[in-house]
């Protein structure tokens, strides 16, 4: 089993910052992931990175605003996110798998989420 928990989220305005924070602990899985899902949408991939150094991978919506990073030692991955929109406001979640992939289906654990929301 893994369990992870988010942490970081809160509300923020258009173009200011936020910092998640997701804490694993267990069998920690080789690739962590952020998703996230707003009201009505269907759950989309935010980025990824491997424990090992691989990656990171970012969704097209994040590119180039978004940093993944993780600390191996503490067994935390964080999301820094610059730039922040409206379109930006959803749940984000962690989660843990083997692949690295960019599909939900792809990931065996998740968190409970941490909302964020930026107001214009």
């Known amino acids: 089993q893994v369990q992870l928990v988010e942490s970081g989220g809160g509300l923020v305005q258009a173009g200011g910052s936020l910092r998640l924070s997701c804490a694993a602990s267990?069998?920690?899985?080789?690739?962590i992931a952020w998703f996230r899902q707003a009201p009505g949408k269907e759950r989309e991939f935010v980025a990824a990175?491997?424990?090992?150094?691989?990656?990171?991978y970012y969704g097209d919506s994040v590119k180039g605003r978004f940093t993944i990073s993780r600390d191996n030692a503490k067994t935390t991955v964080y999301l820094q996110m610059n730039s922040l929109k409206p379109e930006d406001t959803a749940v984000y979640y962690c989660?843990?798998?083997?692949?690295?992939?960019?599909?939900?289906?792809?990931?065996?654990?998740w968190g409970q989420g941490t909302q964020v929301t930026v107001s214009s």
């Open positions: 990175i491997f424990w090992s150094g691989n990656g990171p």
């Open positions: 989660a843990s798998g083997w692949a690295g992939a960019r599909l939900e289906k792809e990931y065996n654990f």
């Open positions: 267990g069998r920690v899985l080789p690739a």
